[in-house]
């Protein structure tokens, strides 16, 4: 395989929106999808006099967020002004954190061909949100809604230690992973309540000054995310390799054409003119609240992928599939509870669970599946009363009507047929049917019975069970 001609070096800010009751320093409601400008008060709206009070939950998340990315935890809380202008930022400025960010020097751990792979966590400092611009096509004007403003985030910014694309986009999807079980955000992209911006340059191999990065917005997926990267790392290389040079600028990612547009050449953070906000006096959190928040972490993705390995016997694929989603791995917990066969519930779950799930479009909460009644079908599937195949068929059908498998099975007459002379009848009409492979039989090949076990199966109209058919026919031959 050829080389590229240069090393990719990318670094990515992520913004998340904290699901808190109320906005950071105000008492407004931190709801989506409001009336424009009903949850606004006069210290979101920097009305003249108003005063901000941070909100202890926000803190809590952010300690919370810095904890799980393996950070160190500044107890030493301290609020600056972040100084610009434009319309959906009312008081002229951002309340952020400068010099002490809450959390700082942590790192996540992504999988790559090559191993795994630690990316630097460099801080991750709490803030507020702006208000949203909505352009009206009507009086051709710009409108602006406060009821995102004062929304508390986080900005989680890493170290340049990604160096391709697909670096950046795993750990993007490790990131979320280990956010949405903090239970923190809902890491909605579509909301935007999770946002990346991703910074971008390209340096000769063996090199150790970075080249020239550009920053990258306005992507809504993270998928698009690793297309508008890989569009930038082409275009770095071509304008490179034609003798041109790279400008630090911020552009923004057009999914339709699937292109960067410049949107402004970069302003320095000494622009910003920070300093400390005079309306919220810094202070120390007790050590006690920063160790009963990590004592409340909850297990994270990766230990409990291991654990799952480990304690369920289970392969790392099926151990993933399910670690993928907490309300998954809590619904398997729950079966395993009920039915210590964890390797057959994670078969039956991440099989034909999830392919209904998929099917139906349905979240497993509103799928309606209780644990004990999938418990009930997988005893039914082990313990030969229905064939896998009608299993399947069951499930279905459960999920249709809210049925018991039991019921079901009862109702449609599903249960395999495992009574002898019932069954018997059946092997001697294929085995006088099947002269050849009989024949065969008797010469030592057990294997040509399978054929025979499928005829009769079908025979039966699918409801004999295939174990029992297996072992009469081998006798009814042998002993022939
Ligand atoms: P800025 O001053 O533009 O905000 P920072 O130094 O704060 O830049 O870095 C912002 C993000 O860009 C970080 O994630 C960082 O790792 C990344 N970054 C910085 N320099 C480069 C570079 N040359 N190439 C790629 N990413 C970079
Ligand atoms: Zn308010
Ligand atoms: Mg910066």
Not at 262 to 267: A, F, G, I, L
Request: hydrophobic fraction near 40%.
């Amino acid at each position: 395989m050829s080389q590229a001609p240069f090393e990719t070096v990318i670094g990515l800010e992520v913004h998340l929106q904290l699901s808190t009751n109320t906005k950071i320093f105000c008492g407004c409601a931190n709801v989506f999808g409001s009336a424009p400008n009903t949850n606004v008060c006069p210290v979101c709206l920097g009305l003249p006099g108003a005063l901000p009070v941070l909100n202890h939950q926000a803190l809590l998340s952010g300690i919370k967020v810095g904890l799980a990315l393996n950070c160190e935890i500044n107890s030493f809380i301290k609020f600056d002004r972040k100084n610009y202008y434009y319309p959906d930022s009312p008081k002229g400025y951002q309340i952020s954190q400068f010099d002490f960010p809450v959390a700082k020097n942590g790192f996540v751990m992504i999988k790559t061909d090559k191993g795994p792979k630690r990316i630097g966590i460099t801080r991750a400092h709490l803030e507020e949100d702006a208000g949203k611009l909505v352009h009206d096509n009507l009086s051709n004007c710009s409108l602006v809604d406060f009821n995102r403003t004062g929304t508390p985030l986080i900005e989680i910014v890493t170290e340049a230690d990604m160096r391709s694309p697909l670096e950046a986009y795993d750990y993007l999807n490790t990131l979320k992973l280990t956010l949405e079980y903090l239970g923190v955000s809902d890491c909605d992209m579509e909301k935007g309540s999770l946002r990346c911006d991703a910074n971008v340059s390209i340096r000769p191999w063996g090199q150790e000054k970075f080249g020239t990065k550009t920053e990258l917005k306005n992507m809504n997926s993270f998928r698009a995310v690793k297309v508008a990267l890989e569009y930038e790392v082409a275009r770095h290389t071509q304008v490179i390799q034609s003798g041109g040079k790279i400008v630090q600028e911020t552009l923004l990612w057009n999914d339709e054409k699937a292109m960067t547009i410049v949107m402004r050449s970069k302003e320095h953070a000494h622009d910003y003119r920070y300093f400390p906000d005079p309306d919220l006096v810094p202070f120390h959190v007790d050590y006690k609240v920063i160790d009963q928040v990590r004592a409340e972490l909850p297990e994270l993705p990766a230990a409990k992928l291991e654990r799952f390995i480990k304690q369920y016997a289970l392969s790392e694929y099926d151990a993933g599939v399910l670690v993928m989603d907490q309300s998954l791995t809590k619904f398997f917990e729950s079966c395993v509870e009920h039915y210590s066969q964890p390797k057959k519930i994670a078969n039956w779950f991440n099989g034909a669970v999830l392919f209904e799930m998929k099917e139906r479009k349905l979240s497993l909460t509103e799928l309606k599946l209780t644990p004990s009644h999938l418990v009930e079908l997988v005893k039914a599937v082990e313990e030969g009363v229905v064939s896998n195949l009608a299993g399947k068929e069951v499930l279905t059908a459960m999920l249709d009507s809210g049925k018991t498998a039991g019921e079901i099975i009862k109702e449609k007459g599903l249960a395999q047929v495992s009574d002898d002379s019932a069954l018997l009848a059946i092997v001697d009409e294929i085995i006088k049917q099947n002269p050849t492979v009989v024949e065969q039989i008797k010469q030592g090949k057990p294997a040509a019975a399978g054929f025979l076990v499928g005829q009769a199966m079908k025979q039966s109209g699918g409801k004999a069970n295939p174990k029992k058919l297996n072992e009469l026919i081998t006798q009814r031959i042998l002993n022939a």
